[in-house]
């Protein structure tokens, strides 16, 4: 986020949700295996709670 110019408040939210989506659903972690964090969730529909 450090290298965007933002235009407008619109424009910052705009590119911060990009921003966001790509480190949490696409790049990669190696602290977790060198997936993202995204594949981490359980995709079965359990909470984990009783």
Not at 2 to 29: G, I, Q, T
Not at 32 to 43: A, R, T, Y
């Amino acid at each position: 986020l450090n290298a965007h110019w933002f235009l407008s408040l619109d424009d910052a939210r705009a590119k911060m949700e990009e921003w966001r989506k790509d480190y949490n659903e696409v790049r990669p972690h190696s602290a977790i295996g060198n997936k993202p964090p995204i594949s981490l969730m359980n995709v079965s529909g359990a909470s984990g709670h009783p």
